[in-house]
């Protein structure tokens, strides 16, 4: 596996070096080992809930699809997965430029979140280095590919120096801005699979119209929204530049709201499965029914996951424990994420 590297210049960053609530990474070993023991006759997999593309990722010897609501993720997923090329150059002098940014005038971001997140000196580096990455698309100098990989390098820099916990539900008031903003060089492939696709729409809506050999879905499985823990890098990555609301700054979001975090979810899954043109259909699922507090628990029960995945093919469950995220109301130390596969009839 690649390892990001430090060189005198600019460093460089790898599809994991952010944090994202359920971000799969660090249970590939066992998707992996669940997909080639059961799975041995696909050549395309269809990340439908792919948030950071770290499932994909593993996957690259196969074509690719990715989705996901969030017109961020989106991004980082044609960043990393898109068939176009790119020039790494392009990256390499965007980036070092931005590094060496100082003394910037007022702009979107230091008018609305000035010493909230960030400090006011890097809002104003992120606001300019947004702007000018739509400039440079605009007038034809970077390419689609290359306009993902500076923002996902911007959203990625902003990730590492953030004043809060890991998501944007509130930031700690009147601390020491320590950390700077400092953009990386992505170690995205330029020559990918030519058939990957990435897509930005609801799960829902895709899988009618997609065909794929496996189809792995990761749905949230809280009433967390991801719309409302990363607002603010949904917000930057948009570039529409909303008026934000309330103490935590958020834009409205009622557009972006997923089925599957409301009472709606079991309802959601059973067409969505329905809907699937695929030879296996690989869930991650966390057992968090009923053991956390009301937010954490788990939306879709294991009686009603079975009941549908049971009338689309034949189904086997695979589970390892790993640790839980918890905010510090709920004691889980039992947590498992499962694995169902349905090998789907014909
Ligand atoms: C558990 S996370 C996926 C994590 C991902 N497997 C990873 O390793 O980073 C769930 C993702 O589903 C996305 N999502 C929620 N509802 C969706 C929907 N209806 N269609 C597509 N994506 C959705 C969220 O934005 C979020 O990124």
Known sequence: MAVAVKTNEYKTSLINNRRYLGNKYKLLPFITRVVNDECPDIEMIADIFAGTGAVSSAFTDKVVITNDLMYSNYICNYAWFSAEEYDPQIIIDCVLRYNSLSDLEDNYMTDNFSDTYFSRDDCAKIGYIREDIESLYACGSINKRERAILITSLLYAMDKIANTCGHYDAYRKGVLFYKTLELYVPLAEVHNNVDNQCYNTDANELVKNITADLVY???????????????????????EKPEVFGVAKKMDRSTMKSKYCTQSATEAFEQLIKDINAKYILLSYNNMAAKGNDRSNAKISDDDILRILKQKGEVKVFSESYKAFTTGKSDIDDNQERLFLCRCFN
């Open 217 to 239: 879905i990761d749905p949230p499985y809280n009433s967390r929204q991801y719309c409302d823990a990363y607002h603010l890098l949904e917000n930057v990555a948009r570039w």
